[in-house]
Structure formats: C-alpha cells, structure tokens
C-alpha cells in the first residue's frame, strides 16, 4: 500500500468517526433539550390529573362495610401513568396501568391479574366521574363486556362501580363494588372479599 493510498484511508476513517459521533452528540443533545413531563401536542396538561383523585393507599370495603382488600396507587412515569398494586382479603393480586392515548386523548386502563385474567378500557372523565368501557378476558379465553365508573366522593373516597355482560350488552351484572378509603397505615387486607 502507497503512503498516499494509507494517508487517504486514514482521512475517510476520521471524517467517519466524526459524523458518527455529531449524530450522536446532536440526537443526545436533542434528548436532554426534550421536556420530559410536557404534554403531547393536543392533550390538555389537565387531562393528564384528572384521574389523580385515585392516587393513594386504601383500604377497600364493601356495601356493609366488609373489607375486599387493598390497594396502592400511584402516579409514574412523570405523570403520564398512573398505577395501582390491588391486593385482595382472599390473596389475589392484579394490577392496572393507566394513561392517556395522546392519539385519542382519552384514558386507557389495561388490567392484569395474577390469575391471568386481563382487563381493556378506554374511556374519560364525565359528569364528575371517570368512566371506562372496554373487554374482559379470563384465562380460558372467555370474553364479557365490561364497564367501570371511579367517583370521587367530597369526604376524599373514590366508588369503584365494575358492571360485565355476557350477552353483548342486552343486560349487566355488577362484578365489582367497592369503595376506596384511604389508610394512615394498614398491614394487609382482612375479611371476605367477592371478586377482582
């Protein structure tokens, strides 16, 4: 090989390495400028709290006031997720992830249990409450339709109202009523719980 030939190698070697790493010096410099909790173009920065009224530790009970289990709730991911840990009195466990589809700017919950029973929601928050509508699908592949409505109460609760339907909608059965209190400390559920 030539000095000349080694020389100009050499020359498109560096002039490579130093495209290479401006790109990765531009597209780092472009990830530490992005705002990491700014809201997607067309979502309100309001939407992303309207659901922060269920953001707590809780005690849940039923009508009679019987303990269905407990639940941890928390904001992740700057804001943009909202997460709960459920524990029932029986020992079940699930957990929901919950965020705003900034394609559709409406709120989705997607449900996981630990039996492998899986929840989707889609919907908002209307007439003071949020209300989802979406599939169940247990384990075995069955499929209902299902609803739920969050409501917050004035004395700092949340109602959590869980309809299903087995039949495309013709009618509704409750599978979920409970009610969120929130717990200055609690070391596990007790009691009787139905479902969830």
């Given at each position: ?7 100009v ?14 790109l ?7 990830e ?19 659901f ?11 009508a009679i006031?019987?303990?269905m ?7 992740a991911?700057n804001g ?41 929601y ?15 699908t ?14 917050p ?9 869980i ?8 009618t ?25």
């Amino acid at each position: 090989m030539t000095n000349h030939s080694h020389h100009v190698r050499r020359e498109l070697h560096i002039a490579g390495l130093t495209a290479v790493f401006g790109l990765v010096s531009c597209a780092a410099h472009n990830e530490m400028s992005a705002p990491s909790s700014a809201a997607p173009a067309g979502v309100s920065p309001e939407t992303y709290r309207q659901f922060d009224f269920w953001v707590g530790d809780w005690v849940v009970t039923d009508a009679i006031g019987r303990t269905m289990g407990a639940s941890h709730v928390e904001r992740a991911e700057n804001g943009f997720a909202i997460i709960e840990y459920w524990t029932s009195a029986r020992g079940g466990t699930g957990r929901s992830i919950n965020y705003v589809d900034p394609a559709e700017g409406r709120w989705k919950q997607n449900w996981v249990s630990g039996r492998g029973n899986v929840v989707s929601y889609s919907g908002g928050f209307d007439d003071g409450a949020m209300r989802f509508q979406g599939r169940s699908t247990v384990a075995d592949g069955t499929t209902e339709l299902a609803r739920a409505v969050f409501t917050p109460g004035p004395d700092g609760t949340v109602h959590q109202f869980i309809e299903h339907s087995s039949d495309a909608g013709a009618t509704w059965y409750v599978y979920f009523d409970g009610t969120y209190r929130k717990r200055p400390s609690f070391d596990g559920p007790t009691g009787e719980n139905p479902q969830r």
